[in-house]
């Protein structure tokens, strides 16, 4: 394959952006590359705003008529990077390794297109911090610099390391789960290992609770409405040899359906109240931040898929629904849209210390976009 100077400029960005990965709400390094490269555009084609650690800018259109939107997330995760490579991340216990760095690369090239090529509509690319976490889809949208330019329609990619590069995954309807954070504290009695029953022992309790936790799914939820309780940490103690006084699980729960994640919070409910009967502990569970599902529009997905079945020599494969979050539900609820799986081919998948996305999707999906983006925006 012969890479061009342009496709050289977007993999750099990528590498550049992949060494200051930042977590949600502090993504300030972040938003000054994605400004500074903006401003190195014709300033006459665009205007531009920021809202919190996000970016909005808007590229006009010669006769518009509608406002097409595309969103691009730009936050890390808290992983320490495994890769290997020479454009790691720079930032101790941080990484982009859910492929926000792709994300942003492939919306700059996009946007370089549509300015050094005007379409009739007005364009509106949405850099939007904090999609791993606490959310930042639902302020932004609340926000008066979201509302000023407010999209007709709007589209959005993630990363797919199950997917070779040359393939566009997606479906109408819903494509990802209702999601919600799960945080539970415990708070027993420590003291002296050697004498437990002067204790209630957080540890044990912990234990329990995340043993009990996984009968809710095989046995609460109706096996066809899929549901996921994962607890990914459990801090407890302090040493060996004490007895430990607290315990905290972070977890987070998925559904396909809004009624089984409130079946699954009631069960978590009662579980935990029986955890505290039973270990004579006090628990508090806090739900953090929850997503909306993402659900695709009909008619804007369909003609989506059949505008790369017929313009372009790109795979479309129809998928299944993800338990993967998104905030970018909350855009599509208000807005017409869709999501679609960008495949990138990567041993190691999403939210892995060692995901390598293959850098050939970066140029192929700016190629695709900017021709769809066209597409939709021409009279
Ligand atoms: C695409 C992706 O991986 N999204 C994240 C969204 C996280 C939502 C929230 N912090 C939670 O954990 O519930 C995901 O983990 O699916």
Redesign the pocket.
């Given at each position: 394959m012969v890479v061009t100077y342009m496709e050289n400029v977007f993999i750099q960005i990528r590498r550049d952006l992949h060494q200051i990965p930042e977590l949600g709400f502090q993504e300030t390094r972040t938003q000054q590359y994605i400004l500074n490269y903006i401003y190195s555009l014709p300033k006459e084609r665009y205007e531009i705003q920021t809202w919190r650690t996000g970016v909005l800018v808007k590229v006009l259109g010669r006769n518009p008529i509608k406002t097409i939107g595309y969103r691009a997330d730009i936050d890390g995760l808290p992983i320490e990077e495994e890769t290997g490579y020479s454009f790691a991340s720079s930032h101790q216990g941080m990484m982009h390794a859910?492929g926000h760095d792709l994300h942003m690369s492939i919306a700059l090239g996009v946007l370089t297109e549509i300015v050094n090529c005007p379409i009739d509509d007005d364009v509106v690319f949405i850099f939007q911090p904090a999609?791993?976490?606490?959310?930042g889809a639902q302020p932004m949208i609340e926000s008066e610099e979201f509302k000023r330019w407010k999209p007709d329609l709007i589209f959005a990619l993630?990363i797919a390391p199950e997917y070779p590069v040359g393939t566009i995954a997606t479906k109408k309807g819903l494509l990802?789960?209702n999601?919600?954070?799960?945080f539970i504290d415990l708070k027993g009695k420590g003291g002296h290992a050697a004498y437990p029953h002067q204790t209630n022992d957080m540890v044990v309790a912990a234990s329990y609770l995340v043993t009990q936790l996984q009968s809710i799914v095989s046995r609460n939820v109706n096996p066809l409405d899929a549901a996921v309780i994962t607890v990914?940490k459990i801090t407890g103690g302090t040493v060996q040899n004490i007895i430990a006084e607290t315990a905290r699980l972070e977890?987070?729960?998925?559904t396909l359906s809004a009624e089984s994640m409130e079946k699954v919070k009631e069960r978590i409910e009662a579980v935990v109240q029986g955890i505290q009967a039973s270990f004579q502990c006090k628990a508090s569970i806090d739900y953090?931040?929850?997503?909306y599902q993402v659900f695709n529009h009909e008619e804007l997905t369909a003609e989506f898929m059949d505008f790369i079945r017929e313009d372009t020599d790109v795979q479309v494969i129809e998928c299944k629904e993800a338990?993967?979050?998104?905030?970018f539900g909350y855009m599509l609820r208000e807005t017409p849209g869709f999501m679609f799986w960008l495949g990138v081919e990567s041993e190691y998948g999403?939210?892995h210390a060692k995901l390598q996305p293959n850098e050939a999707a970066i140029p192929a999906a700016i190629s695709l976009l900017t021709r769809y983006i066209s597409f939709k925006g021409t009279r």
């Open positions: 859910c999609e791993e976490g606490p959310g993630h990802f789960a999601t919600s954070e799960l990914g977890g987070t729960i998925r953090g931040s929850m997503y338990m993967t979050g998104e905030d999403l939210h």
